[in-house]
């Protein structure tokens, strides 16, 4: 613990270019970059696999297939094959961003395909039935349904980038993991475990904003007290590295 | 795969610790999640403290708890005890919602048929309630089994020996086949747990299977 306790309490660990401070948003900086990759590729489709209820098995099935998955070896099949083929300092970081983004795209779309489909059919109906179309139910009445799934997608797959980022450090890309792996290089258990301390926090503070936003996002018309049940709808974390 | 062929004593030996390290830990915490998931199913006070708790320790990337652990237990860095405990930890904090979840899926109107024949309340929970509850907790456990085969091959960072060792050994000698044997080998073990879970279900619960359930 007093070796944890010096290494966190040293000034100097937090500045600079590899420092504590700077190591964190770069941290946040792959998780923000990858979440926007894969909310991209993911919501669209997740919501366009909710309203037309087309490939359902293939959520499910990715979703499944991807909890089994060793992360670790994916990220060096990756690095080795993609690598030798990318220039310069993006040989490491694009084949672990790519694999970031595998990740990231299963909870993504499982999230906004169940929020699209949990929808209240009778409020679909409803919409419908006031002459809206099919895209109009889509914008006005599935997605602000869904959003609270979404978000909790978007949750798992945050939780996830910031778990395998970590591990990323072993194939020489940045971020808080570098303090894990480095301190491992030289036998310095108290930056290892200072920066686990630090990873550990990193999740636990997303967590909780992820699941504030998540509470934020449930559409006014659903929070009344009858429809309160919906805010059970956490379907938190279930995949990490 | 001739790289597989030449080495195929070592791909057992790792997956037999593989094996060990993920199941000796999911037996361990689902006996400790029992008795956790029935106490935030019999107090509802501690449901939601309970619950919210153990999904906290899920969200640990298990890199950095395989590395806190020795600050905890006072073990080396490299013993496997830390990755028993924490991948129990992780089968622990998948596991007690599950458990909660089951129990409250026995119906009612079964516990007071249990109670008026005079069953009392410890007969009741290990003869029907936990029973009616084995599916919903199988189903997680499924879940947790699958995760932890591929959580425990992060281990091989640290130097714990398991099927992640050929990760990290092919990725040290840019030699890619030694990483995919590993791959696939993972993917196999998680899929025979699967299936063993499924069979000890199948066995626990001889109602499902005739067809016309209750």
């Known amino acids: ?241 | 795969m001739t790289w597989f062929t030449g080495h195929v004593d070592e791909v057992f030996g790792l997956a037999r610790t593989h094996l060990v390290l993920s199941m000796v830990p999911l037996l361990f915490g689902l006996l400790i999640a029992l008795p956790l998931g029935w106490m935030a199913r019999r107090v509802p006070r501690l449901y939601g403290p309970l619950i919210a708790g153990s999904g906290l320790l899920y969200t640990i990337p298990s890199l950095a708890l395989f590395i806190l652990m020795p600050l905890v237990l006072g073990t080396q860095i490299l013993d496997p005890i830390n990755v028993i405990v924490a991948m129990t930890i992780y089968t622990i904090a998948l596991m007690v919602r599950t458990v909660a979840d089951g129990l409250a899926a026995v119906p009612d109107h079964v516990t007071q048929a249990a109670t008026s024949m005079g069953i009392g309340r410890w007969r009741r929970f290990f003869t029907v309630e936990l029973p009616l509850a084995v599916p919903v907790i199988a189903a997680g456990l499924r879940v947790a089994a699958v995760s932890n085969v591929s959580i425990v091959s992060v281990a091989a960072i640290i130097g714990v020996a398991q099927l992640g060792s050929l990760f990290t050994d092919g990725f040290n000698r840019a030699f890619v086949d030694p990483i995919v044997v590993g791959v696939i080998a993972c993917l196999v073990l998680a899929v025979a747990v699967d299936a063993a879970i499924l069979l000890v279900v199948r066995l626990l619960t001889p109602w499902q299977r005739g067809g016309a359930a209750a």
Request: net charge neutral.
């Open chain 1, 1 to 241: 613990m007093n070796l944890v306790w010096t290494w966190l309490s040293e000034p100097s660990h937090y500045l600079g270019s590899d420092g504590i401070l700077a190591r964190s948003w770069q941290h946040l900086g792959y998780m923000v970059l990858t979440l926007l990759i894969a909310a991209t590729v993911a919501i669209p489709l997740g919501l366009w696999i909710g309203h037309t209820g087309r490939g359902r098995i293939v959520v499910v099935n990715a979703v499944n297939g991807m909890r089994s998955l060793p992360t670790l070896g994916l990220l060096f099949i990756a690095v080795l094959l993609m690598g030798p083929r990318i220039p310069g300092d993006l040989a490491f970081l694009a084949p672990s961003i790519f694999v970031l983004v595998v990740l990231a795209v299963p909870p993504i779309l499982a999230g906004t395909y169940s929020g699209v489909d949990e929808v209240d059919p009778a409020a679909r109906d409803a919409a419908r039935g006031m002459g809206m179309t099919s895209w109009q139910v889509l914008f006005g009445v599935e997605l602000p349904g869904a959003l609270p799934l979404i978000f909790s997608g978007l949750r798992s797959a945050a939780l996830q980038v910031v778990a395998t980022a970590t591990i990323a450090a072993t194939v020489s890309i940045g971020g808080l993991g570098r303090f894990l792996i480095d301190g491992l290089a030289v036998r310095d258990y108290g930056q290892m475990a200072g920066g686990a301390l630090l990873v550990g926090v990193l999740a636990l503070l997303l967590d909780g904003a992820f699941s504030l936003v998540q509470r934020l996002s449930v559409s006014p018309g659903l929070s009344a007290p009858e429809a309160s049940s919906r805010n059970n709808q956490d379907s938190t974390a279930t995949i990490t590295t």
